[in-house]
């Protein structure tokens, strides 16, 4: 796990000059996995001050070119970050409150998983959200899951 110390180290790693601003986007992908780009800015704001939307929306999205980052985007929820990367783990989404967490990729036979055809690609991901209501949300234990 990275600690703050690593930061300038990771990003010298992929040939990035170490900036304020990319450090303390690092910095809160870290500590606060699957958040959106608001929540980021809101971090970022914290720590350094003034930073503007523009300069948080391109310092992610090197960070995501460059792999120290991952974007992932539910259906109907905005973008988010988290720092998990080159591990192809999955995701769990409450379908009511929209929380996120990591599912480790699934064991056992995964049919869904090997593509029946490539159609020529190199595939090297295979992307799956599981959907359902998170203990918070649930308020039977044989509630109905609608989507929203």
Known sequence: MATPLDYPQM???VSLRVTRPRVSVLSAVHSHPHADTDEIIGFV?????????QAVYDVLRAL????????IQPSG??????????DNHHHVVCRSCGAIADVDCAVGTTPCLTASHDHGFAIDEA????WGLCPDCT?????QLSPQ
């Open 11 to 13: 990003l010298r790693e």
């Open 45 to 53: 704001r914290d720590d350094l001050g003034d930073v503007s939307h």
């Open 64 to 71: 995501t070119a460059v792999g120290l980052v991952r974007r």
């Open 77 to 86: 929820s905005a973008a988010r970050y988290e720092s998990r990367v080159g």
């Open 127 to 130: 992307e799956v959200i599981y």
């Open 139 to 143: 308020t039977t234990p044989n509630e």
